[in-house]
């Protein structure tokens, strides 16, 4: 499906996302990117990846597809340094919970020829860290993707062929869609559990 793959963060998520990557042979070379030599060491052992790459750029520098499996407050310092080694054509996606105040930090970073197609896999478990992750955990589950309006619809439908052929069914809205929707269904009922 891609040629090289990036996947920068590696938990939960990152690591179910690797997983099936490499059950599924979707790419011919998956680079990861973690902060944590501990989980990068996890990786290796486990025979996930062949490499450890301690350095984020040597990591995303020939990508096709740049998968951002981070928190959002990391996503600020994490583009500024990827955003001048970014291939041309290069497809930036993340796996984040909130689009709007993401894409406006893409928007000032004034990344060329790349398309942002932001993702939301609503998939998870009460566990976290890469030892969590499983291949299946996207299966039977939706996946929003909200695409840039400058990305090409040609990229569109390759994020949309990912995610399905991961398992999850997807559904496409706009970033302020994501945002309101995702505050009335998730982040309220935490607010008023935490209050």
């Known amino acids: 499906m891609f040629e090289n793959i990036s996947i920068i963060g590696c938990g939960l998520i990152g690591s179910s996302i690797l997983r099936a990557i490499n059950k599924k042979k979707l790419s011919k ?9 501990r989980v990068l060491s996890y990786l290796k052992n486990e025979k996930l990846i062949d490499e450890e790459i301690k350095d984020i750029r040597e990591a995303t520098k020939s ?3 740049i ?13 500024l340094s990827i955003k001048d080694n970014l291939k041309d054509n290069a497809i930036l996606t993340d796996t984040g919970s909130a689009k ?11 990344l060329k020829n790349v398309s942002w197609i932001a993702s939301h896999p609503i998939a998870g478990t009460e566990d976290s860290g890469p030892e969590a992750g499983f291949a299946e ?13 400058k990305a090409k619809k040609e990229d569109i439908a390759k994020v949309k062929k990912f995610w399905e052929t991961i398992g999850s069914k997807t559904k496409s809205m706009t970033f302020e869609e994501h945002d309101h929707i995702l ?7 935490h607010a008023i559990a935490y209050n």
């Open 67 to 79: 998968i951002i499996c981070a928190p959002l407050s990391s996503y600020h310092e994490i583009l």
């Open 63 to 65: 990508a096709d597809l």
């Open 137 to 149: 955990l996207f299966e039977n589950r939706w996946c929003i993707i909200s695409p840039s309006e």
């Open 183 to 189: 505050s009335l269904t998730s982040h309220l009922p």
């Open 100 to 110: 709007k105040e993401v894409t406006k930090i893409i928007h000032n970073l004034n």
């Open 29 to 37: 070379t998956i680079k990861i990117f973690d902060k944590s030599t």
